[in-house]
């Protein structure tokens, strides 16, 4: 086995095995595993990493997302899984275009996805497809704009 199948994940071997073109790019740094997927693969993906009995990524503990302006595709929407079972961590990033920020929720596989995609669509946004109440969460709900972005004006709108 080359050296580089050995130090993958369990994780990401089985997504490969299960779907060999799923995977757009696998990061590892500082013992953390990064896996890219295209938005039409992130909820087959999580199902399987939450019902595979091998991984058992049953808690998603964080949801975040990154504006990397100006680069296309401008956002990164990052899912911090964890398998409390197997004491395992995965990242899932996802990518997605300042003309179509959109990807599908993940709540239907982790209700506690909720207010994680209430709040980045609150200061990103990024919409969640699907999201059965996608209203503000932290700014006022007469807001205009998502005030995260990094083109939104440092003293706001006026």
């Known amino acids: 086995m080359e050296a580089a199948q050995q130090n993958e994940s369990l994780a990401v071997r089985k997504l490969k095995e299960r779907d060999p073109q799923g995977i757009t790019e696998v990061i590892s740094f500082r013992g953390e595993t990064t896996v890219v997927l295209p938005r039409n693969r992130l909820i087959s993906a999580c199902e399987f990493l939450k019902s595979d009995p091998d991984l058992d990524f049953a808690f998603l503990s964080d949801i975040s997302a990154v504006d990397r302006f100006p680069i296309e595709p401008r956002f990164e929407v990052n899912y911090h899984l964890t398998s409390l079972s197997h004491r395992q961590r995965l990242r899932i990033k996802v990518k997605v275009t300042t003309k179509d920020p959109v990807i599908p929720t993940v709540i239907p596989v982790w209700p506690t996805a909720n207010w994680h995609e209430r709040e980045i669509w609150d200061?990103?946004?990024?919409?969640?497809?699907?999201?059965?109440?996608l209203t503000r969460i932290l700014m006022p709900d007469d807001?205009?704009?998502h005030p995260h972005r990094k083109d939104y004006p440092v003293e706001g709108y006026r």
Request: no cysteine.
């Open 123 to 133: 200061l990103m946004g990024v919409r969640f497809e699907g999201h059965p109440n």
């Open 143 to 145: 807001w205009e704009g």
